[in-house]
């Protein structure tokens, strides 16, 4: 299982606002890593620290791996990929 805390998390506003600051410094690293400077916050202990507990450092690829793992599921019970708008086995 993985760690998805949204940017907007309303029990903790800031655990939500956390969790984004550690996205953008990670982005930030990433980028850093081919350069010779480094301005980044976040440390590579910081990082593994993270990713220890399944950190989602890209919230949208998980969102897009479990809409096309549904997609495929359709795909298998109907045989197609003609999802009608209104499909109610997924509310979401």
Not at 41 to 63: C, D, H
Not at 68 to 78: A, F, G, S, T
Request: charged share 25%.
């Amino acid at each position: 299982r993985h760690v998805l805390v949204p940017r907007n998390y309303n029990p903790n506003p800031a655990l939500g606002s956390w969790v984004k600051r550690q996205r953008d410094q990670y982005k930030q690293f990433q980028k850093e890593k081919s350069s010779s400077t480094s301005s980044s916050v976040i440390t590579q202990e910081r990082i593994s620290k993270l990713e220890a507990l399944n950190f989602v450092w890209e919230p949208f690829e998980i969102t897009w791996m479990e809409r096309y793992n549904e997609l495929i599921k359709y795909k298998k019970q109907y045989g197609d990929c003609l999802i009608p708008q209104m499909y109610t086995s997924n509310p979401t």
